[in-house]
């Protein structure tokens, strides 16, 4: 069955830096575009970047524009979010989804990873 | 990128029926028949309940179900259950080729 799977998430101090990895399985990896979605503790989601699936477009929220950068490896079946110039309004859990080809939705989601900013 | 406009809570006794609002503009829910809408249980994963406005994937009940008029959308649930009480989240694809959520609506079952 479809399964993402993510991982990297931990304590990074203010201004630093944090890589989040996705393992998917269960699907044909390279045929699917790949989203990130976080949620900040006690708030509602907010989609944050987006990967089509071979990595040729790539799409960011404002919110994170210039500090993240989403990447994939179709060979390992692995979407990554890199997260630079980390801010205490990053600190959420951040969600790796599978996207429901030519339907511009998230189907599967993981079970998140957390990213607490904090010095 | 505003986020949809959402209820903050909705409420309704076992076996009613609610309605839940999603607003945007002409450049998100308006523009395009891609709403989804999300339950999210508490600390759980979100999990998508309809997409295209109407359509609901393979193993989701059919009390629950999908509209849309101009630039709000809605989700309906009948048949209310104690284990519909949950967080639901509208989403939609942008112009701008992004995603917007909704602020999300905590729906409690009386």
């Known amino acids: 069955q479809v399964q993402v799977v993510e991982s990297g998430g931990g304590v990074v101090q203010p201004g630093g830096s944090l890589r989040l990895s996705c393992a998917a399985s269960g699907f044909t990896f390279s045929n699917y575009d790949m989203h990130w979605v976080r949620q900040a503790p006690g708030k509602g989601l907010e989609w944050v970047a987006f990967i089509q699936y071979d990595g040729s477009k790539k799409y960011y929220a404002d919110s994170v524009k210039g500090r993240c950068t989403i990447s994939r490896d179709n060979s390992q079946n692995t979407v990554y979010l890199q997260m630079n110039g980390l801010g205490a309004e990053d600190t959420a859990m951040y969600y790796c989804?599978?996207?429901?080809?030519?339907?511009?939705?998230?189907?599967?989601w993981g079970q998140g990873t957390l990213v607490i900013v904090s010095s | 990128q505003s986020a949809l406009t959402q209820p903050a809570s909705v409420s309704g006794s076992p076996g009613q029926s609610i309605t839940i609002s999603c607003t945007g503009t002409s450049s998100d829910v308006g523009g395009y028949n891609f709403v989804s809408w999300y339950q999210q249980h508490p600390g759980k994963a979100p999990q998508l309940l309809i997409y295209?406005?109407?359509n609901r994937p393979s193993g989701v009940s059919n009390r629950f179900s999908g509209s849309k008029s101009g630039n709000t959308a809605s989700l309906t649930i009948s048949g209310l259950q104690a284990e519909d009480e949950a967080d639901y989240y509208c989403s939609s694809y942008t112009r701008s080729i992004t995603w917007v959520f909704g602020g999300g609506t905590k729906l409690t079952v009386l």
């Open positions: 295209d406005v109407t």
């Open positions: 989804a599978k996207d429901l080809r030519g339907h511009w939705t998230l189907d599967y």
